[in-house]
C-alpha cells in the first residue's frame, strides 16, 4: 500500500488527508500505464514520518522497479557538490568567498579572476555552458584542424573526438583536470559575462566546483563524499562509481527513453561528474533533505551547522535577472539548490515560495519545505517525447496537507 499506515493512523498529527494521497496513488499509476513513464519511484516524508511510498512501471533489468532502485539522478549532483563544499568550509579549507584561481591556478583567463566559488554555485558566475562549448569545438576545429561530429552524433562519435583532442594536445582525460581537455581549452576562451550579471544555469560551474573538491582533499570525491556525507547519512546506495555488485540494482532504460543506451552502459555507472554523475536513490535523497530539514543534524549524526544550512537555503541571487525569457523570478537560487520564490514553472504552483527543489535531466526531482516539514523524492524514466508531469503531482501532494 503506497499510502503508509503512520499516514492513515496519525492522519491528525502529520497533517495530511489521505483521501487526496489515494488521488496521487490513481494519477501515478495512470501516468505508467498511459505510457507517460517507464517507471517512476517516490517517496515522501512530512514531520518526519514516511506518509507514502510507491513503485511503479518497468524495468528491461531482472531487478524490476523497486523502492530501493537506483537512478541516476543527473543535475541533482549540484546540491550533493554544495553539500560537500559547505563540510570543507567548516573545517577550515575552503571559503566559499575565495576566488576560484585560488584553487585551480592555471584556469586563468578573460573574467576568471573575478570568480568566487559563490559565483559558482549560484549560476552567477558568467559562464554560459553552450557558448563556452561551442567556442571550445571552433577553436578546436581551427587551431587544431579536427572536426567536431554533429550535434545528433553517437555517444562514440563524441568519445572519438575527444581522444583525438587529447592525442594532439598531448593530454590523458583518464588522468584528472590536469589533462582534462575541455579543462585546458577552456581558459583559451573569454568568459561570456562578468560574474554577477546574470544567471545562466551552469553545468561547468559545477564541474569546477568538483575539481575543487579533488584538490582542496587530495581523494577522489566519491571517497570523500563516502567519508564525510553519504556514511554518516546512512546513504548506503549512493555512489558516483557504483560498485560492480550493485549494476543490477541501476534502473535500466528502454527504447525511447531520456538516458538511453548510454545510461545502459558501465561507462555512465562509474561517471564523476560533478555536474551530473551521482546515481541514488528515493530512500538516500530523502535522507540528505531530511538532514536539511533538521539543521544539518539526522538521527544524532551532524553533518552541517545550522548557519551553513541557513546560507544554503538563502536566495543569493535578489535583484539578478535571469537567461530565462529575462525574467528575474527565475534567477532564485541557493547555494545548489533552485528557491521557488515567484517561479511559475513545471515543480508545482502549490508549493511555498520558500520551497526548494533540484531536478535531473531523464526524470527525477526532489523538494523539501522547510515551513511544511515536508519531503518529496520522484524519480521517474522519461519516455519520449518528453511529458512535464511534475507540476500534477507536486500540486496533488501539497494540496494532502491540512
Known sequence: MPITQNAIKDAQTLGIAPKQLDILETLLQRL???QKRQSIVTKITRRGQT????????NPK???????????????????????????????????????LHYLPEFEGDNVKDIRLWHLLTHTSGIIDDKLYTSINEYVKTELGIDPP????????????????????????AKGRLNDPWYLLAPKIPMSLPP???????????????????????????QFAQRRLFGPLGMTNTYWN???????????????????????????YQNESGSGGLKSTVSDMTRLMQMILGGGNLDGQRILSRRSVTEMCTNYNEGISSAV???????????????R???????????????????????????????????????????????????????VIYSALA
Not at 523502492?67 to 557538490?81: E, N, Y
Not at 527525477?364 to 511529458?387: G, Y
Request: proline share 4%; hydrophobic share 35%; aromatic share 12%.
Open 32 to 34: 505508467v500505464t498511459e
Open 150 to 173: 554533429a550535434d545528433d552524433s553517437t555517444h562514440e562519435a563524441w568519445d572519438e573526438y575527444q581522444n583525438k583532442v587529447c592525442k594532439k594536445i598531448g593530454a590523458d582525460s
Open 196 to 222: 554577477r550579471k546574470e544567471m545562466h544555469y551552469s553545468n561547468y560551474s559545477y564541474q569546477l566546483l568538483k575539481y575543487i573538491i579533488d584538490a582542496v582533499t587530495k581523494e577522489p570525491i566519491d
Open 341 to 395: 520564490d515567484n517561479k511559475q514553472d513545471d515543480s508545482g504552483m502549490l508549493r511555498n515560495r520558500a520551497a526548494l527543489d533540484h531536478g535531473g535531466w531523464g526524470g527525477t526531482k526532489v523538494i523539501f519545505d522547510l515551513e511544511e516539514d515536508l519531503t518529496i523524492a520522484f524519480f521517474t524514466v522519461h519516455k519520449e517525447p518528453h511529458n512535464w508531469i511534475f507540476g500534477r503531482v507536486m500540486n
Open 51 to 58: 506518509i507514502f511510498t510507491g513503485s511503479y512501471g518497468t
Open 325 to 339: 525569457d529575462g525574467n528575474p523570478d527565475w534567477g532564485a537560487w541557493g547555494l545548489g539548490w533552485c528557491i
Open 242 to 268: 557504483v560498485p560492480e555488485e550493485k549494476w543490477g540494482q541501476i534502473m535500466g532504460r528502454e527504447e525511447k527513453t531520456e538516458g538511453y543506451p548510454f545510461w545502459n552502459e558501465p561507462d555512465s
Open 62 to 100: 531482472p531487478y524490476g522497479v523497486q523502492l530501493d532502485s537506483i537512478l541516476h539522478i543527473a543535475s541533482i549532483t549540484k546540491p550533493i557538490v554544495a553539500t560537500l563544499l559547505l563540510i570543507l568550509q567548516e573545517d577550515g579549507l575552503i571559503d566559499i568567498n575565495d576566488v576560484l
